[in-house]
Structure formats: structure tokens, C-alpha cells
């Protein structure tokens, strides 16, 4: 899968597609992270690639022709086929905001383009003519979508496959399996008199997979009660979760 970011800090992007599962993705053939440099594709010597608003107001906003044009270069090579199904996303406040179904979605296509956004944000004209999809990581407002678009990558990625080691332990993540994940343990089996649960050294397989499904729903429950009304429940889940206080749900 090709990433192709659009933005005027491509440095920021150096360490992030070069470490640990990302970069040994990148270096396995996977995945590829392009970062382009908005500033490139700018008319005048001085790299102006912001300008004031119309109608006044303050802080700069980033100029259509350099996006536009550092856009159809990240976009060269790619074939038309595959260009069409190539989502171009706007990092922004104002989308849609990022998660399981939408990263699911973005997995499938054989690559991104996505625009880091600076300042007072982007003339309007990038969202009308270049831009597929707006998103959103999360209700605050970034300086620049340097990180959001990280934070894309990085999710968009572990559903690429063969990124992540075992496709099973992506669906048993928290959210992508519906619910939040059990507590996790590891050696030590006691550490600051803080003690591992006995069952999870007990060697009783079916035992373990009880007490992980109970303390997983626990967890939800307490934590994301939400997640329930949606969550892919057995009526064993059903059962144990009216034990432990759950109303039935619908907390939307
Ligand atoms: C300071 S923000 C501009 C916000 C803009 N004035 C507004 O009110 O919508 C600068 C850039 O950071 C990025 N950004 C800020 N918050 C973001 C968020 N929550 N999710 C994704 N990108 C964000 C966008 O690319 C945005 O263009």
C-alpha cells in the first residue's frame, strides 16, 4: 500500500516510517510512505505556499495550486485504475472522525494521498476539486496534519497484510473485535505485591478463555458501555453481563 502525504514539513516523516512495525513494513515491500513537499510545487522563488484570507482575518492559509500540483506528482505513476480508487483525505477538524469502519474502508484501497493541512487550514477549493474523504483523529484542533495523518497511517497499516505478525491479534484488539480487550500479564507472575491471576498459569485452556471473555465484557462495560449495543454478544455474554449489572444497553 502507497502512502503519499502531502505536506511542508516532509522531515516529520523521516523516524515515523522507519521504526519498528511501520518501517520494518516499509522495508519488507508493504508499504511504502511518500512524503512530498507542498513547497515544490510553488510558483516563486521564496516557496510561498500560504497567503492571506480573502475578507481578512488572521492567520495564513495554504495556497490550491502548490496541493494541487504536489498531488497529481505523488499521483503520477500510479495508473489510472488504480488512481480512482485511491482515496485523497484532507486531515481536518471539521471530518468525519477516524475509526474502525472508516479504517477498514482506507485498508482496501491500494493506496492514500493524504493532505497535511497548517495554519488558519486550506482554501476551500482543495475540498471541492481534489479531496475524496475529510478526517478527523479525534474533537481538538492540531497545529498541522502532520500527526493526524500518522495517526491514519499507523491504523490504516496494521490492517495491511502481513504488517502486523498475526492477522488474529489484529481482530482481537480492543474496538475491532467490538469490545474493549481483557488485562493483559507477563512475567513477573508478582511484582510489587501486585499478583498475576492464578488461572492464567493454570495451563486450563477453556479456564482462560472463560476468565479473558469475563474480564473483557467487565471492562466494556465499566469503561465503553456503548460498545455493548453493537458488540457481536453470545448469550453466555448476555447472561454474564446482566450478572454484573448490565441493563441491556442502547446508551447511544
Ligand atoms: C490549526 S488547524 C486549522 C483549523 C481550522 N482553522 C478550523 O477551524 O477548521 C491546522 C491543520 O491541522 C490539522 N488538524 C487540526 N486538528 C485536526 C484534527 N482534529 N484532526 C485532523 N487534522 C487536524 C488540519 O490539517 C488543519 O488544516
Request: charged share 20%.
Amino acid at each position: 500500500m502507497r502512502f503519499h502525504v502531502l505536506t511542508l514539513f516532509p522531515d516529520a516523516f523521516g523516524i515515523f516510517a522507519h521504526y519498528s512495525i511501520i518501517g520494518r513494513a516499509v522495508e519488507r515491500g508493504l508499504l511504502s510512505v511518500e512524503a512530498t513537499d507542498i513547497r515544490e510545487f510553488t510558483a516563486d522563488r521564496h516557496g510561498t505556499a500560504d497567503d492571506y484570507q480573502f475578507g481578512g482575518g488572521p492567520g495564513m492559509v495554504m495556497k490550491p495550486e502548490p496541493v494541487f500540483g504536489a498531488a497529481a506528482a505523488a499521483l503520477s505513476d500510479t495508473p489510472a485504475a488504480e488512481r480512482a480508487r485511491t482515496p485523497v483525505v484532507l486531515t481536518s477538524p471539521q471530518g468525519r472522525t477516524l475509526d474502525q469502519a472508516l479504517v477498514d474502508e482506507f485498508a482496501t484501497a491500494p493506496g492514500m494521498v493524504i493532505i497535511c493541512g497548517h495554519y488558519a487550514g486550506v482554501d476551500e477549493r482543495i475540498r471541492q476539486g481534489l479531496v475524496t474523504h475529510e478526517i478527523s483523529i479525534g474533537d481538538y484542533v492540531l497545529t498541522g496534519g502532520e500527526l493526524a495523518a500518522m495517526v491514519i497511517i499507523d491504523a490504516v497499516s496494521r490492517f495491511v497484510p502481513g504488517v502486523v505478525g498475526s492477522e488474529e491479534n489484529v481482530q482481537e484488539d480492543s474496538i475491532t473485535s467490538g469490545l474493549l480487550q481483557h488485562p493483559l500479564y507477563t512475567r513477573p507472575a508478582e511484582f510489587r505485591g501486585m499478583a498475576t491471576p492464578d488461572v492464567l498459569r493454570s495451563g486450563n485452556h477453556a479456564e482462560i478463555e472463560r476468565w479473558r471473555r469475563h474480564k473483557s465484557l467487565e471492562r466494556t462495560l465499566r469503561l465503553r458501555p456503548d460498545l455493548l449495543d453493537t458488540a457481536p454478544l453470545t448469550n453466555s455474554d448476555r447472561v454474564y453481563l446482566a450478572s454484573i449489572g448490565w441493563d441491556g444497553g442502547q446508551h447511544a
